[in-house]
């Protein structure tokens, strides 16, 4: 997929009227892009305003403030008619008693991206409160109500059940009620092989162990990998991986070939008078994953040598030394309750296996 470059800008909405659509937008929806587009274009542009405090509910559903302003400016990035903000609710009082120190930060942030300080301001709420409050508080302004039957959908509907929702949540905002499924386990265990399959059976985006491709690229064996290479494939993993979440093919479900905890774990036992060197950037970012479920495959099947493998790994010790060193990292980042063990002794029995996981939560989200 190729990447692309989003306008980090402030944008400056032109004109003598401005719309404006505030919200906490957890997250961002079919339904609030839609009074969007009806506020920009029924003035010469909208300014958006995401909302919210320490603890909302944005955050308890793994999208804090910052996040969802991030979000909700990459969807307008490529759009001169929106310009977006967020403002933080942490040190004003609650709602309903908030209402006058909110509104000077939403209007401080709507001047800060308009050009013409004598604007008329038109708000878009799809609450009747909303709408006699703001009618007292800016009776200068108008006060547009949004009949929100129209789409009939809403934040706490997805947040509930995001995959029966998921073509009304907008793409920025998927990666964070994605179901994400990692397989781990020692060398020649399958992994690869069920990866491709689990992806094809349920139509979701895969990715592949990013040491394939970086040990040709850096004409690298494993008998050679030092420290910095260790990173970077971990870093690549994480990559991948946080990739395949973005894809827009994504309809809620991936699977992942490693991940950087599972590099941590060679680097520990492959590099371990560097580890230290390298310890927090792995944990940084293994900390920012997230896993429905981690399929753990035993070192239970026989080590083949496809020619890329060092051989030297394949006596059942080693093997089994690494599978306790992955239980080892599981443990340290808190995945327990992920863990799903693989432990069928055929191919087909620890595919069943899995597959009976995803179905039993897909059948839970219809």
Known sequence: MKNKLHDISEKKIKGDR????????????????????RAKRENDGCVVIVSGYTGDRGENAGMNLTQRGRSTREIFSEDDNVSVSYVNEDHIPAMPHGWEPWLDLVLTEVKKLTVNPNA?????????????????????????????????????????????HWNYILPPFRKYFSKNYLVIGSPSTGKTSLIRDLGR????????????TYEPLFNVRDNELLVQDLLGMGLAQFELNRSAIREMG??????????????????????????????????????????????????????VD???????????????????????????????????????????????????VVCSMLDSHK
């Open 18 to 37: 401005i719309g404006i659509f505030f919200g906490t937008v957890s997250p961002l929806h079919q339904g609030h892009y839609s009074e969007i587009v």
């Open 120 to 164: 008329k301001y038109v708000w878009y709420t799809g609450e009747k409160e909303y709408q006699e409050k703001l009618n007292e508080l800016r009776p200068q302004d108008e006060v547009v109500l949004v009949d929100r039957q129209i789409l009939p959908i809403s934040g706490t509907a997805i947040r509930e059940n995001p995959l029966k």
């Open 201 to 212: 059976r349920f139509n979701a985006p895969f990715t592949y162990e990013a040491a394939r």
């Open 250 to 303: 994504n309809p809620g479900l991936v699977f992942f070939d490693t991940d950087i905890s599972t590099t941590e774990v060679y680097t520990q036992m492959y590099a371990a008078a560097d580890y230290e060197s390298v310890r927090q950037t792995f944990e940084i970012h293994a900390k920012r994953q997230k896993f429905e479920k981690i399929f753990v495959i035993p070192p239970i099947t026989e080590y």
């Open 306 to 356: 496809d020619g890329f493998r060092d051989m030297t790994t394949a006596n059942d010790d080693e093997r089994w030394e690494m599978h306790n060193a992955f239980m080892a990292i599981i443990k340290k980042y808190g995945w327990e309750d992920k863990v799903v063990l693989l432990d069928e002794p055929s191919y087909m029995g620890r595919y069943n296996q899995a597959c009976d």
